[in-house]
């Protein structure tokens, strides 16, 4: 079982910048960062292989979010730039032992509570 505890979301204006963190309780194979909009479908983000740090991303970011990953920490993060109102919705980070489909959120396992991120324009 892992635990995954989230963090550093908030509100800000577009444009703005803003870090993500997700805290896992053990070894992971795979993280990923979803999200979901208010009346719309949880969508992958950006994901990372963590033992050789391949990342992946949704064009809608690409360019913008980097996702990273410390192996000390078992922690994954994700840094939004230039953020624009579109970026809202609640994130939630996932993760998994063994592989699965990144963009899809029908399998993954393991899942954080969710963190708001907010941006106005």
């Known amino acids: 079982q892992v635990q995954l505890v989230e963090s550093g979301g908030g509100s800000v204006q577009a444009g703005g910048s803003m870090r993500l963190s997700c805290a896992a309780s053990a070894n992971t194979l795979l993280m990923v960062w979803f999200r979901q909009a208010p009346g719309k479908e949880r969508e992958a983000v950006a994901g990372?292989?963590?033992?050789?740090?391949?990342?992946y991303y949704n064009e809608s970011v690409e360019g913008r979010f980097t996702i990273s990953h410390d192996k000390a920490e078992n922690t994954a993060y994700l840094q939004m730039n230039s953020l624009i109102p579109e970026d809202t919705g609640m994130y939630y980070c996932?993760?998994?032992?063994?592989?699965?489909?990144?963009?899809?959120?029908?399998?993954?396992?393991?899942w954080g509570q969710g963190t708001q991120v907010t941006v106005s324009s």
């Open positions: 996932a993760a998994d032992t063994v592989w699965r489909s990144w963009y899809s959120d029908r399998e993954w396992r393991y």
């Open positions: 990372i292989f963590t033992s050789v740090d391949i990342t």
